[in-house]
């Protein structure tokens, strides 16, 4: 079960001068791992022309207020789309967008990834090994810019002594590399109408009508667990590549006190992630782009979808929303400011309003 966690606010550590872009471009992906939601991926969505994903660059800087801009893609795969290549090579050439990054299950080849790499700041390439080929996997993360690209190594129970050389290989290359854990992943039936039970997804929603009962389970030892334990932060780094060993969230145990840097990962792993009823900033600094176009504040989808990237005016938030999950579980999500109450936004605005203008951000951001 959940707990609230041990602080009255927060915020992130990130630059404030910058709107963060998370960007789904599409399900479209060429694997089908078994720990992946249906909802995230499939194998037969259509690609984006590259007319139609110009047009919604263009409509992003419209709407998105006068910082920079990083955008990060997802999917899906991103490099599944034929057009992917082209559209970063569109994007590098676009004022204000500073930075562009990716997840991508490193399928294509070192001669695709060799062209990406001078439109993209940074690729973040993650081991799926059900299906990927180890040694193409293995030649590309070699050949890529070590600033400019970094691993997250699914921890695969099942695929342990490939874990294991993955990270020989990282640790030998001083290539940056971080172990995911895997999820359980869930599927969803319908409950027997006359059943008055309660269910709730993995965000803390509740799900009228469905019953989520656990699909795959990463069959993890206690001894492949304190490994784990002990190299989950070992290298880290930050969205330019530049390795840090800052945690990536302030917190504020109480109204008094100094605020302490902290590991939003750490409370999520540790399911101190119950955030119900606290006043969120999310949205305020960036936004959710859905592989359908929908537009949300972020990726728990909190306050619903706020616009459609067709819209040509994107009805962007301007205010803090009151959460109503019982879980906060993406590290995206976690890095914008959060208060338990009116009463603590109140004694810390001007604390963390500082903050932001330490972090490049101005004293009258929205984001306080
Ligand atoms: S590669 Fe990524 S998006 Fe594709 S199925 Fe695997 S986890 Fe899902
Ligand atoms: S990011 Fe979403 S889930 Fe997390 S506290 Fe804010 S509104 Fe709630």
Not at 52 to 76: D, Q
Not at 145 to 167: G, T
Not at 277 to 302: F, P, S, Y
């Amino acid at each position: 079960m959940s707990q609230i966690p041990n602080f009255v606010a927060m915020q992130s550590t990130r630059n404030q001068d910058t709107y963060w872009i998370h960007w789904n471009l599409s399900k479209r992906c060429n694997y089908n791992c078994s720990y992946c939601s249906d909802a995230l991926h499939d194998m037969t969505s259509p690609h984006h022309s590259l007319e139609y994903l110009i047009s919604v660059a263009n409509k992003i800087k419209k709407n998105i207020p006068n910082k920079k801009i990083r955008i990060w893609f997802t999917g899906g795969e991103p490099t599944a789309n034929p057009n992917f290549l082209e559209f970063c090579k569109f994007l590098k050439n676009q004022i204000r967008v500073t930075h562009i990054g990716l997840n991508s299950n490193g399928s294509r080849n070192v001669k695709y990834h060799t062209e990406l790499i001078k439109y993209v700041n940074k690729i973040q390439f993650s081991s799926h090994f059900e299906f990927m080929d180890i040694d193409k996997f293995l030649e590309n993360l070699e050949a890529m810019p070590r600033k400019k690209s970094s691993l997250n190594l699914m921890a695969e129970p099942e695929h342990w002594d490939k874990v294991k050389r993955l990270v020989g290989f990282c640790e030998q290359r001083n290539i940056n590399y971080h172990l995911k854990r895997i999820r359980p992943k869930y599927q969803w039936k319908q409950r027997h109408p006359a059943s008055k039970d309660m269910n709730y997804d993995s965000y803390g929603v509740i799900n009228a009508g469905l019953l989520n009962s656990v699909e795959y389970t990463p069959p993890y030892t206690e001894e492949q667990i304190q490994w784990l334990e002990e190299k989950e932060h070992v290298q880290l780094e930050d969205e330019n590549g530049n390795k840090v060993t800052k945690p990536d969230i302030l917190i504020y145990p109480n109204i008094d006190d100094e605020p302490e840097e902290k590991w939003a990962n750490d409370f999520i792993k540790n399911q101190q992630d119950n955030l119900f009823g606290w006043l969120c900033g999310v949205g305020l600094e960036g936004i959710e782009i859905n592989a359908d176009g929908t537009i949300h504040r972020g990726v728990c989808g909190v306050g619903g979808i706020i616009s459609h990237v067709d819209d040509e005016d994107w009805n962007l938030p301007k205010n803090f929303i009151v959460c109503n999950r019982t879980r906060c579980t993406c590290v995206a999500d976690w890095k914008t400011t959060k208060y338990k109450n009116h009463s603590s936004r109140k004694e810390l605005k001007e604390s963390i309003s500082f903050e932001i203008y330490k972090r490049k951000g101005s004293l009258d951001s929205i984001n306080k």
